[in-house]
């Protein structure tokens, strides 16, 4: 090497399918923004939540945007040069709300959306559970989409164990993977597995780092270059501290 930092590759970002959406009809394009939607419709709920939107219209008003979103009203306007995806994002729902929902009447609930799996009390139970404190909106989206890329992430690292046929060793061992949350001691647990105790621990760092790497390489996905990976990494450690 000639002594240059190695930045690292990344796979196609979410930025690059937004723009490619906003350009024409691919498929890929298309089914990549179906992901995020499914990925990330909680977050922008809590944030109109916390506008003081009944459950009902803030269920309307998130379905609304999406269905907006993907046809592309909003996507053939991203600019990475102009931030981060999730500020775009949130961005794009501040703007819905303030010019588009009060110029449209109220849809037959889900607005014909079909890709979005409805949950309203998985929701409300979910938002029952935040701080009932004066975080605002945009700082219960940045939390949840941080919980949001997480679980993702958690998500993707399980499919890898199952097909590396390690899937009960990561079921029992997960809630260590980001702190130290297991239910029990590693020396019983590792009894339980038929793992010495050293083994165990050895297993768990492996994932821990293939935990950050994963969630490392998502969060690539979400801004314009590899060089704000590191602030975004910091933003979210902040937004889950909250």
Known sequence: MDGQLQLPQFPTTH????????????PAALAALEQLCRTYWYPLYA???????SPEEAEDLTQSFFERLLEKDYVKLAD???GRFRSFLVSALKNFLTDEWTRSTRQKRGGGCALLSWDRQSAE?????????????????????????????LG????????AGREHLFQEVKGWLWGDKGTLAYADLAE????????LK?????LRLRYRELLRAEIGR?????????????????????
């Not at 937004?18 to 009809?25: D, I, N």
């Not at 009932?132 to 949001?148: G, L, N, R, S, Y």
């Open 125 to 153: 139970q979910r938002y029952a559970r935040e701080p009932v404190d004066q975080m605002t909106p945009e700082k219960i989206f940045e939390k949840q989409w941080a919980i949001a890329l997480l679980e993702q992430v």
């Open 15 to 26: 930025w690059s399918a937004v723009l490619q959406a906003g350009r024409g009809e691919s």
């Open 80 to 82: 990475p040069e102009r």
């Open 47 to 53: 944030y109109v939540r916390r506008q003081g939107r």
């Open 222 to 242: 979400t801004v314009a270059t590899p060089l704000e990976v590191q602030e975004e990494w910091e933003g979210l450690m902040v937004a889950l501290r909250s």
């Open 202 to 206: 050895s297993a768990v760092h492996r």
């Open 192 to 199: 339980q597995l038929g793992l010495t105790e050293s083994a």
């Open 156 to 163: 993707r690292l399980e499919q890898e164990q199952v097909q």
